[in-house]
């Protein structure tokens, strides 16, 4: 069978790694899944169009019910939808979206939710279709790069220290946008790390979108706040900026520092907190559903809500030892009995066949 495959595939993004993944699950199985970024096309027509002078598509899938969900509203072909997070945690705020993903989950052959949260939030909002929901956690798989100079990269972060080993680097994973509330922690954080010089915060994640339909050509995602984020690191004590990395360099990067950082308003299922935790790395996540339905507060993770509750968690973990080996033993555990990719691989299989 092959089938379409819509999903925001900007790079270096938790959305592009989940959309590569399921593909790999679904050709694994002997399928063909031609899998293409939401954001060439303008509208469904434009799908309808592509699916109709390519009669060989016999099914499609898409990633967030409103970004990719609405583009396959008018194709003659059984589809599924997989809930991206802001679907079902934002946009089903706004009316009009809600009314259009409603259209989608309605025609859709099934629904995929990375939570039992994200399946009663969309049970609430949307028309009910709870028999077409299913709840499969993300499937987690860490890989870094063996040749990764951790003192280079801080350099190049703008870290000065002659001794890096001594630093707590907080790693923030996060794209530039609003959502991830990049500049939550800031200024609570430079404050601290004018009591202590070796606590820095690290803020690194794509800035650009790449659209590749007719040249290569890149765009900030949200020039606003990404002029806002350049600028206010740039008069912050112990605050960076790094580059953008490969997903092998990311993890590289992630098992050098102190802890991962979720500082977000709203998560589906954070793919960089699961990396952390099967990464050995301890975390420390907002507490919102998303990151909650993760993070048990001092068993996997901590959870703080607000930026001096922030300060305060990290601290304990500086200074409690056994707090910190049982949130990086159990985050590990977690990792490995929930989110099992031999277990994802198996659903998105058997859901492919509901296809037919």
């Known amino acids: ?44 027509a434009d799908v309808a169009n592509l699916v109709s002078q390519n009669s060989s598509f016999e099914g499609a899938l898409a990633i967030h019910l409103f970004r ?57 909002f949307l028309v009910s279709q709870t028999s077409k929901i299913y709840i499969q956690p993300q499937g987690i798989q860490t890989e870094a790069v063996e040749k990764f100079c951790w003192a280079e990269f801080l350099r190049n972060s703008g870290v000065i220290c002659e001794n890096v080993d001594e630093l707590h680097v907080f790693l923030l994973v996060c794209g530039l946008r609003r ?3 990049p500049l939550y922690l800031v200024e609570v954080f430079s404050g601290w790390h004018c009591e202590n010089l070796l606590n820095v915060l690290v803020i690194i994640g794509p800035k650009r979108l790449f659209f590749l339909s ?60 699961l990396e952390a935790l099967d990464l050995g790395v301890p975390v420390l996540a907002r507490d919102i559903p998303g990151n909650a339905a993760v993070v048990q507060h001092e068993v996997t993770g901590l959870l703080y809500s607000s930026p001096q509750e922030f300060v305060h968690q990290s601290q304990r973990l500086l200074s409690d030892h056994g707090l910190r080996e049982r949130v990086v033993r159990n985050g590990k555990l977690y990792v490995e009995k929930h989110h099992s990719l031999k277990q994802e691989r198996e659903t998105y299989q058997q859901l492919v066949e509901t296809l037919r």
């Open 214 to 273: 007719n040249s290569d050509v890149r765009q900030k995602i949200d020039p606003v706040l990404t002029a806002e984020v350049e600028a206010v690191v740039k008069r912050t004590a112990g605050v960076f900026l790094a580059q953008e990395r490969s997903q092998q360099e990311l993890h590289a990067a992630m098992k050098r520092c102190f802890a991962v950082v979720n500082s977000s308003v709203s998560e589906g299922m954070s793919a960089a907190i």
């Open 179 to 181: 959502v991830k509330d």
């Open 1 to 44: 069978m092959k089938l379409l495959f819509l999903a925001a595939l900007n790079p270096k993004t938790g959305n592009h790694t989940t959309a590569e993944r399921i593909r790999s699950h679904i050709e694994s199985a002997g399928h063909t899944c031609e899998l293409r970024d939401a954001g060439e096309f303008h509208s469904s």
């Open 68 to 124: 990719a969900g609405r583009l396959l509203l008018d194709i003659q072909i059984p589809y599924g939808v997989v809930f991206g997070g802001t679907d079902i945690n934002e946009d089903v705020k706004v009316e009009q979206k809600r009314v259009v993903m409603e259209q989608v989950l309605l025609k859709a052959r099934f629904a995929v939710a990375f939570t039992e949260k994200l399946k009663e939030e969309a049970e609430i």
